[in-house]
């Protein structure tokens, strides 16, 4: 699944967490924006969301995985089921650990861990000759 050996995918999760920053600051940055010009917190949240996944698609086929064939479907789901681990392990993680901060980013690390494992090996697929 993972080839801890190869220096190629030492690259492609290198470029996947570099996109991340930047996915991250978009998204956040439009969830901003929105609210500071008086937008609904709720449905400033879920706009930043939807196009910010459609951002992080953009950034993750072009970048990330730009040697990868994508499959937009699939990318979605992802992001569905991601959306749920993520909240599955804040909610176990918060039960053993008392900051909310702390099991806030070991959730994060353990889905984003996660999530490229499942877009490497599901949504973006090797390219056939």
Do not use: C
Request: no cysteine; proline share 2%; net charge positive.
């Amino acid at each position: 699944m993972f080839d801890w050996k190869s220096p190629g995918e030492w690259k492609r999760v290198f470029r996947y967490y570099q996109a991340g920053i930047v996915n991250t600051a978009f998204g956040y940055g439009l969830f901003a924006l929105l609210v500071y010009l008086g937008v609904n917190i709720y449905l400033a949240q879920i706009v930043s969301h939807v196009v910010g996944m459609a951002f992080n698609y953009l950034t993750y086929s072009r970048y990330a995985f730009a040697d990868h064939r994508a499959n937009m479907t699939r990318f979605v789901l992802s992001y569905a089921v991601n959306y749920l681990l993520g909240l599955g392990s804040l909610y176990a993680l918060s039960q053993f650990v008392a900051s909310p901060y702390a099991a806030g980013l070991l959730s994060t690390v353990f889905v984003s861990a996660i999530n490229y494992l499942v877009l490497r090996k599901l949504v973006f697929t090797e390219k056939t000759a």
